[in-house]
């Protein structure tokens, strides 16, 4: 049976660990700093433990930091990691160098079980939940951690359905017994599961991304099966509820599909449905997949629908897309073809 890991653990876990290995408590704090400040890759060095203390650490538990196994660089500079996640299983991280920040996509699942009807990830099915320490670990293995200013949790799955770890991530990121970022750094994407939403508002200052694609509940329906449970009003009932203040940030992702979501109809809808609410949307492309429909707007449209809005007081942005040579920008991540060739290799 493999050893349970040391990183990827909180610092009450740690101390836990301490205690089940009769160590003083200083001793979890101690972990903590090589783990999570010193970026350590083996208990061995962690050399203010004693001999002993490691020896010990190392017969119960592994380190659990994993290497990328693969690397794709765009024309564009965006670079896309492969990891490991078990037998058999990988998860994509995205790099996004840009000018004076760099931004990394990581993912919470092995695939995703929503079923969206624009996304790779949805086609891949659902495989597995990450666990924490999964997570941290394509930001703490990436090999330009050092160059990161931002975190985006919009990679392979759908991070409030791997909420519980997903928080520990976050607590890990933040804490300044952990990396000590700022949670201003960090945007974590949904599509909207409410009682999941609401225990990631109460329990993190992270900026809240929701994923929107139409104000109208039938097309959203269509686009987005969880529209059915969680609707758009449940939805902005939930936000509206919390005062983001001027710090922590709301913006809303919509997918721009031709002649489906950008209509003057769209556009007087969500000034209406977004009423009052400090926020901002970001008007994405879309990347064409495999067996849909949908067509992208042009840019001309995109254009004009960010003026339209703008002309309504809602701040609009256009996200530029990055990596798409490499199936790195929004939508594409999967790992299900990678998967089946490297088996085949076998």
Known sequence: MEKPSLFGKTLDELKQVASKLDLPKYAAKQMAEWLY??????????????????????????MGKVAHSKEQVSVDGTKKYLFPSGQNKFIEAAYIPDEDRATLCVSSQVGCKMGCLF????????????????????????????????????????????????????????????????????????????????????KSECHLAVS???????????????NTVYPINKVLSEVRSWDFGKQRRLSFEYIMFKDLNDTTAHVNELAR?????RCRINLIRF??????PLLSSDSEKMESFKAALEVKGITTTIRRSRGEDIYAACGLLSTKELVKKEESDY
């Open 37 to 62: 400040k010193k970026n350590v890759v083996s208990i061995e060095e962690m050399s203010n433990l004693s001999k002993k203390t490691r020896e010990d650490l190392a017969t119960n538990f592994q």
């Open 119 to 202: 996304c790779m990830t949805g086609k891949q099915g659902f495989q597995s939940n990450l666990s924490a320490g999964e997570i941290v670990n394509q930001i703490f293995s990436l090999p330009e951690k050092e160059k990161l200013t931002n975190i985006v949790y919009m990679g392979m799955g759908e991070p409030f359905d791997n909420l519980q770890e997903v928080l520990k991530s976050l607590e890990i990121l933040t804490s300044e017994w952990g990396a000590g970022m700022s949670p201003r750094r960090i945007t974590v994407s949904t599509i909207g599961i409410v009682p999941a939403m609401e225990e990631f508002l109460e």
């Open 212 to 226: 929107l694609h139409t104000p109208f509940d039938e097309e959203r329906r269509k686009l987005m099966p969880i």
């Open 273 to 277: 449905l977004l009423n009052g609410l």
């Open 287 to 292: 990347h064409p997949i495999p067996d849909t």
